[in-house]
């Protein structure tokens, strides 16, 4: 009689910790898919004067959203990290999240998922200032558009 009890402490002691494992495996799983992080370098809220429009063209970086807004707009267009779930596709991952990030040779592509055209930023020294460049690469022959974005 004994030796059952201690047979079944022991299963029941090795199915928790099995169970206990797998658990926090599939939570750290699940926090790595459902949010496209914003790099810490571009983090902060940042602006640039718009010297077209006399005001200042914003950006905000947090950690899973991307905020702009240019100078004489009411309303901020925000993509955000944060991912949810699709109808499934073959072939690709069926999570899906508004806001893209990759590195390149530029610097940080930022933009919206499944789309083109959207600027490549870096932190770096700008006049001797902390600054963010914002760089726009050309559709076709000619030069992309740069301008640079400083702390507020």
């Given at each position: 009689?004994?030796?059952?009890?201690l047979t079944l402490a022991?299963?029941?002691?090795?199915?928790?910790?099995?169970?206990?494992?797998?658990?926090?495996?599939?939570?750290?799983?699940?926090?790595?898919?459902?949010?496209?992080?914003?790099?810490?370098?571009?983090?902060?809220?940042?602006?640039?004067?718009?010297?077209?429009?006399?005001?200042?063209?914003?950006?905000?970086?947090?950690?899973?959203?991307?905020?702009?807004?240019?100078?004489?707009?009411?309303?901020?267009?925000?993509?955000?990290?944060?991912?949810?779930?699709?109808?499934?596709?073959v072939g690709t991952s069926?999570?899906?999240?508004?806001?893209?990030?990759?590195?390149?040779?530029?610097?940080?592509?930022?933009?919206?998922?499944?789309?083109?055209?959207?600027?490549?930023?870096?932190?770096?020294?700008?006049?001797?200032?902390?600054?963010?460049?914002?760089?726009?690469?050309?559709?076709?022959?000619?030069?992309?558009?740069?301008?640079?974005?400083?702390?507020?």
């Amino acid at each position: 009689m004994k030796k059952g009890w201690l047979t079944l402490a022991v299963l029941l002691a090795l199915i928790s910790g099995v169970a206990l494992v797998s658990s926090s495996s599939v939570t750290a799983q699940a926090a790595k898919k459902h949010y496209t992080v914003v790099p810490k370098s571009l983090r902060g809220h940042w602006r640039s004067y718009n010297s077209q429009k006399h005001g200042y063209d914003k950006v905000i970086f947090t950690k899973w959203q991307w905020k702009t807004k240019n100078a004489g707009q009411r309303k901020w267009h925000r993509l955000s990290g944060k991912t949810f779930k699709v109808a499934k596709r073959v072939g690709t991952s069926p999570w899906y999240s508004d806001l893209s990030i990759s590195k390149g040779k530029w610097g940080y592509y930022v933009g919206q998922s499944y789309s083109d055209q959207w600027p490549y930023w870096k932190k770096l020294k700008h006049h001797g200032k902390t600054a963010l460049r914002c760089y726009l690469p050309p559709m076709g022959p000619g030069k992309g558009q740069t301008s640079y974005y400083y702390r507020y």
